[in-house]
């Protein structure tokens, strides 16, 4: 079933934006030879308030010997990301169109606004903004749950310019500190706090510790902007700004079952103020500051799955045109589609695809608020039944951890709405990809295995429905603009078929411009390794019919007896048995192997860990991948070590492999007891 080819169904096919291979391999040629003409085009869907002058469309250095690396896209020209995605829209006729449906974590909070609303409250809160002292250039650290005030936030930001870093609200002080102190954030936005399932975050004291922190390192953040999220749960009539067209919110404090009165929020007079307080005289239009093609949008950290996060900038123009486009196409979206992404927006995917790249199309989205496990395990299937989503994008640890709760969660609901469905943040598994596609997608959905990073703003390697051949697991072929090499140690490019390091020739609009005020680690990261190519510290394999294969991080290649084997392909055959939820893999030095496998094994929900399973277990990777890839060792991992987007840090488990307690930065684990578990779970061996 893995090995077999699943093509586009036909009715998908011919109403898709792309139709066919032949369609996508000539856009694709004309996007990779002829640049400027290609996004010239796609870029006049757009206001832009001043052109770009015609001769500085594109530049760029990959080559360290050339001297430093730059990207440049549309030098020259001047627009307003908020103005693209609201008043242009709302001009068009389409302010009654509703740009986000709000579900809470609780199934009884919901709400929508329409692009209207949302012009009007960006407006307002850019004028908040304002009269706190933010001008362009300025850093704007926000620490948000998933509500409708997080977009308007950041839409409020370009409005006038002001660069907004967005800090995932699961991050303890710590890290949301280090992030305020990197960017030197003026103001920073929150909520007092947050219901994430059953538990309740208190954000504004997190936030207080925080800022506490950046102070006592010469930095201090002159503003705090505090949405009362639980007061206006817990009151919905009373406390509290709705920035709502219409829905309901009547659970919140009291229906978690904790009491009724509201916690305590510490409080700042000099420095904290309520956003409904401040939004209640602000003037509901505000004219958009115009800002340069190359000036900066966004900064934001990297996942910190193989070291300490990068403060990732990316810039207007590009972006804008990149985000637009690949949401187009990789989603096929047409203008009656209700598109969800599951992702928080504190991650790229989130920035990209709840925010910049539906706004920009106009498009309908939902924005959760809750867990794909509260109240039960069925939630994610019944949002896309309540809201009928058309796209579904959500991660494959989502998928390996809804999987085990069996198939009748699923066949509960209705979910033939459902047109494309969408996977990204690690490799998907051909297990995973073939429950998703038969049982979510009912066999007749196309899947995009989306390939991309923090770094390359939108997807780089993926699918398009109407058009890709998929294979389960495959990231299959390059997105518009993107040009692809697998490296050899060397440097060589491999040509045909054959697995190396993962690297891109030449920039397309959307990719990073730097790492924030640090230029130097920039180039040293994605540039020093190979000279002359963009270098993502990610493996590929590229198979006979030249359709591409993410293999995992180069630093997690294992090498054992001189065979070359990636960790996602034995994760691969390993989570094909049915007792197991999920694998990971890394290497352990082995006096005669060099290297031997050293697999951890999650069951799945009622299934014991006993030595018959790992029998079968070593057996089936014998059978599937060779003799010489037999795990040495097999251990029983009731959960694994996992950053706050979900990727499974395997550096840590390298740790625990070799049984050494110094595991480094565990600051973006999701939990870290799972560390202390893991070491007392040790096999003797
Ligand atoms: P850090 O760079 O700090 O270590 P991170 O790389 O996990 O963190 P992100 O930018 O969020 O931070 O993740 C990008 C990485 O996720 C890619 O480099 C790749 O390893 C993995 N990835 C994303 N999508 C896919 C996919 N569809 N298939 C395989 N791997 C993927
Ligand atoms: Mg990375």
Redesign the pocket.
Known sequence: MADRIYYPKSALAEAAHCKSMEQYKQMHEKSIKNPEEFWGEIAKQFYWETPTSDNKFFSYNFNLNEGDIFIKWMEGASTNISFNLLDKNVKCGNGDKIAFYWEGNDPDDYSRLTYRKLLEETCKFANVLKSKGVEKGDRVAIYMPMILELPIAMLACTRIGAVHSVVFAGYSSDSLAERMLDSKAKVLITTDGVWRGPKLLLLKTICDEAMAKVKVNNHEVESCIVVSHLRRLANPHGGGSTATDGGNIKNGINSNGNGANEPNIPWDDDRDCWWHEEMEDAEPSCYPVWISAEDPLFIL??????????G?LHTTAGYLIYAATTFKYVFDYKPNDVFWCTADIG???GHTYVVYGPLANCATSVLFEGTPFHPQNDRYWSVIDKYKVSQFYTA?TAIRSLMKFGDSLVKKYDLTTLRVLG??????NSEAWLWFYNLVGHGKCSIA????????GGHV??PLPGATPMKPGS?TFPFFGVLPELLDEDGKIIEGEGEGYLVFRQPWPGMMRTLYANHERFQTTYFDRFHGYYC???GARRDADGYLW?T??IDDMLNVSGHLMST?EVESVLTEHPAVAEAAVVSKPHPVKGQCLYCFITPNEGRKFEKQLEDELKKKVREKIGPFAQPDVIHHAPGLPK?R?G?IMRRILRKIAIGDRNVGDTS?LADDSIVDTLFQLRPQV
């Open positions: 950290y990297t996942s910190g799955s193989t070291g300490k996060p990068k990732v991650w790229i995917t494959p996977s990204v943040g690690e490799p998907i295995d989306t390939f991309w990073q923090t770094e390359t390697i993926t990231a993502t510290g990610d993410i995992g991080r996602a950053t987007s990727k973006t």
